[in-house]
């Protein structure tokens, strides 16, 4: 419980990042009609940050590096919604970027983390 109290910033930027795929869901799906990839990236968007989450109280090693890979996973899907949506023209160069921008950065502190409870394992 006390590592929930304290700033970590996975934790703080994967969930920005889910404030700001909501926020696109509703663009898309009240701005621009886009009812189908708007389904798509909130649902990816959003489930790294719930899976950091459910990393975080994980009951061992191999419990979270599960819920970390699958929270990388999710960011990796979440890149493709991003590239799809901007070549398809529904979303503009500057929304595209700045996402895309936040999702990567997501993807790479998730995948130190990953990295890091691999070798722990296999030092184990």
């Given at each position: ?15 920005a ?15 621009q ?15 790294i ?76």
């Open positions: 419980m006390a590592e929930q109290l304290q700033s970590n910033p996975l934790i703080d930027k994967s969930f990042l889910a404030v700001r795929m909501v926020n696109l869901y509703k663009y898309l799906a009240e701005g009609k886009e009812f189908v990839l708007s389904k798509q990236i909130l649902r990816c968007g959003t489930s940050g719930a899976n950091v989450q459910e990393a975080i109280g994980a009951q061992s090693d191999k419990d979270f590096l599960s819920k970390i890979s699958i929270a990388y996973k999710e960011g990796l899907e979440t890149l493709y919604w991003l590239k799809l949506l901007h070549a398809a023209n529904i979303i503009t160069v500057e929304q595209f970027q700045s996402l895309y921008r936040d999702t990567e950065e997501v993807c790479k502190i998730v995948a130190s983390s990953q990295k890091t409870m691999k070798k722990r394992i296999a030092q184990n």
